[in-house]
């Protein structure tokens, strides 16, 4: 049975879908006004795994992860570049697809932009200032009541005495709590506006999410996924327009991906402490990158730094060494590590303890290849078959092995000097062959020996 810690109870739950097999996931996606940093990969890596996880446990899945295609960082953005938001937009969009690809990310099921849902916005806007929840006084914004809703508070743990304490209405607001938050913002002087029944605006944040997700999976469904930094205000806003709208409840689980840190801070454009997911890619294979995002458990916060993804690299040369010169045949036996696994990613997909069965299974691969390759070859398709849950080993071996390789060494230079090592110690003159394996050391490159063969690498 599968348990996800829900974020609403603050427990870990049996999950059981609201419609037999099928579960509906909705992720808050990203604002895009700048190219990816590696916290938004974070968050996207964390739930490409649940998505296959579920998927790999015979549940069918739609999952939906939305773009905030306008707010007021793209429209300053905009401003400074020169351009128009759309076609900021556009090019920051292409470039997370980019980013996402090449992090061996599935793209979601339905990817929805906050702009094409204007209308619905619109509507459950509508419904709320009809139920009372909602007033528009007149501006040109529109504004949700806090204090009506009885249950505000309930995702983050916060009390609605505490949050007023030291909050304000700014001069241009017309609030009629400081607590309350906005749902249109009329039109201001060279912003992007949409015709409403307020007057021309453009929606504010928390109500694009709500509809988005209500619109692509109902008024109820399984997940609602995001970031931690997301679950106050963001997401206790969706929850309140929700269900005062709906009168149901919005989400069943509630799932929140831990933050990656610098020095102890929160990874962030606007601490300026930020790495951008294409900036890292330059420096480490994509798949050392994607195995510091999955071998740490989703709840938890990452420290980034090169030691960690030196670790995480050797992690993968670790697995793939023990899959490298065995053929590439179906996964067979292990059942047991197939189970322990299992195990672990159904106790809130716990990927710690799941990396730690493929090293056991990493183990038993090498014991094995000698004595018993197909066994061996059997199991390092299991190896395989695991990985893929967590997006990794899907390479040749000697893809992963020798990456940066070109550039940097001649590959045809370098097996011609490895034949004529090999060539040296069937002749016995072991002084030629520890010359040329001098050479090749000095060229950087890192020779192996195993039974009837020679592979290599380059050093670290």
Sequence with gaps: MLNIYNTLSKTKETFKPLDGNKVRMYVCGMTVYDYCHLG?????VAFDLVTRWLRKSGYELTYVRNITDIDDKIINRANENGETFDALTARMIDAMHEDERRLNILPPDQEPRATDHIAGMHAMIQTLIDKGYAYAPGNGDVYYRVGKFVGYGK?????????????RIEVDEAKQDPLDFVLWKGVKPGEPSWESPWGPGRPGWHIECSVMSTCCLGDSFDIH?????LEFPH?????????AATGKQYANAWMHCGMIRINGEKMSKSLNNFFTIRDVLEKYHPEVVRYLLVASHYRSAINYSEDSLRDAKGALERFYHALRGLPRVAAKGGEAFVERFSVAMND??????ACAVLFDLVREINRLRDSDVEAAAGLAGRLRELGDVLGVLQLEADDFLRAGAEGKVDAAEVE??????LQARADKNWAESDRIRD???AMGVVLEDSKGATTWRLAD
């Design 416 to 421: 011609g000097l490895i034949q004529a090592r």
């Design 348 to 353: 809130d997909f716990g990927t710690p303890e």
């Design 235 to 243: 997401h206790e806003n969706e929850i309140a327009q929700s269900e």
């Design 439 to 441: 050479q090749l050391t």
């Design 155 to 167: 995702l983050s743990r916060k009390k609605i005495e505490d949050l007023r304490i030291g909050a």
């Design 40 to 44: 938004h990969g974070r968050s996207m």
């Design 225 to 229: 996924g995001g970031g931690s930094d």
